[in-house]
């Protein structure tokens, strides 16, 4: 048994008014002057037992009107009998979060236990720091499966961790999500020269995630101390064509050189003529801008092929064979082109790996997921800490009390004339 507003027992103190009404009500009874009694009968004293016997229980029934209406106003509930299988899930990083310190100790003595919400679910007191990365989605699936009867999930809510298929936020789940700081960080840092450093900052908030580059001197680098200096990587590209895409070649060479310039990469760009070229030659990338087909195996490529209907997307993957990607540029480029589909863009795309850098951007990332696209259908809503207790039991136990309390009463009291 327990009280959601616990201010109003307070009123308890309202029972000394039935009391004291009781006792300042015994009066002596009215003297009546006989002029004999010797024909007056003595009385069985049983009758004014009874009398005083009325008179107290209307004083308790007074006093239990009361009790009832101080426990309806503070929200008196009950625990169901047997114990409630309740998790109370936390995201990683939020155990300490100063916005969430009182709910995660108000549920905890409510009966609730405090989980992780990662894979299996396992006690907040027995796991290790959790380092795999959260799958939200996922996770639900396996929330589906566990045999509670609710669940309250504190999530960071970052973008980063809504993967795969979108689900349903399950009926006996309740999400709430941490309003997120915005969040400046170094992303990358690279030796480009002997006397200067490229750095990629990054700025994120819960709308979108930017980044700059920005030169340092190499005096400079003791501000770098969260993040390690690296030699950036090499990549070596052919470019390969003949007379009819001489001016393909111009444009594709232009685009090249706009990546080496913006990114933390050092690319090795060599031409060759069609007939000059040796398709043995060791390359990372052959880009083949030539009408015949391009028949060696080895290297990464992008072949221009425009047979396909102008409509599609400048480049696209056709093939991924023994790791060997190939890339197929659908249309002839020119100026225009160049700019309107975005061709340095998409050329960086594929030609820097990233894999090595998505983990650091992922953890430092800080947008989230909008709630109007956060699940397949729209149960989420914000929880109040109120709604997490059920008072509606004790709500109606208590009103029932209430109402038959006071008709007892009223009939009890009409009877004796009260």
């Known amino acids: 048994m327990q009280f959601v ?15 004291g009404i009781h006792l300042l009500s015994r009066k002596a009874g009215n003297v009546i002057r006989f002029g004999s009694i010797r024909y007056l009968d003595n009385t069985n004293t049983r009758r004014f037992r009874s009398i005083r016997l009325n008179e107290s229980a209307l004083l308790i029934l007074r006093c239990l009107i009361i009790v009832c209406l101080v426990f309806l106003l503070s929200g008196l509930h009950f625990d169901s009998f047997g114990k409630k299988n309740r998790w109370l899930l936390i995201d990683k990083g939020l155990v300490g979060e100063r916005k969430f310190v009182t709910l995660i100790d108000s549920l905890a003595d409510n009966g609730f236990e405090v989980r992780c919400f990662s894979s299996g ?3 907040l007191k027995d796991s290790a720091m959790i380092e ?71 700025k994120s908030d819960e709308a979108k995630t930017s980044f700059h580059t920005h030169r340092i001197g190499r005096g400079d680098a003791n501000l770098l101390n969260s993040v390690t200096v690296e030699s950036p990587d090499t990549i070596s590209i052919a470019v390969v064509y003949d007379s009819a895409f001489a001016y393909d070649k111009n444009i594709m ?45 080895n290297p990464n490529r992008i072949k221009i092929d425009i047979s396909e209907s102008a409509n599609e997307e400048l480049l696209v993957l056709t093939s991924i064979v023994n790791g060997i990607f190939n890339w197929k540029l659908t249309k002839r480029l020119n100026e225009e082109i160049a700019l309107r589909d975005h061709l340095a863009v998409q050329l960086a795309l594929i030609l820097i790996p990233t894999a090595k850098y998505s983990s650091r951007i992922d953890e430092l990332d800080r947008r989230t997921m909008p709630e109007e696209v956060r699940w397949r259908q729209n149960h989420g809503t914000k929880l109040e800490v109120s709604s997490t207790v059920d008072i509606r039991a004790g709500e109606r136990v208590m009103a029932f009390a209430l109402l038959a309390l006071f008709v007892v009463e009223r009939l009890l009291a009409l009877k004796k004339g009260q």
């Open 253 to 297: 060479l232009a685009a090249l050189e706009a990546i080496q310039k913006k990114t933390p990469v050092t690319l090795t760009v060599e031409t060759f003529m069609k007939d000059l070229y040796a398709e043995g030659a060791v390359k990372d990338w052959v880009v083949w801008l030539c009408s015949t087909e391009f028949t060696g195996t």
């Open 5 to 19: 507003n616990s201010i109003w027992l307070w009123g308890l103190a309202g029972l000394i008014i039935p009391i």
């Open 132 to 202: 795999q990365r959260t799958d939200y989605w996922t996770l639900l699936d396996e929330l589906r499966t566990k045999p509670i009867e609710q669940a309250i999930v504190l999530a960071n809510n970052y973008i980063t961790g809504f993967k795969g298929k979108r689900t349903s936020l399950p009926e006996h789940v309740q999400w709430l999500s941490k309003d997120p700081d915005s969040n400046n960080f170094i992303a990358t840092a690279f030796a480009r020269s002997n006397d200067s450093i490229t750095i990629r900052y990054g």
């Open 121 to 123: 679910f396992p006690l």
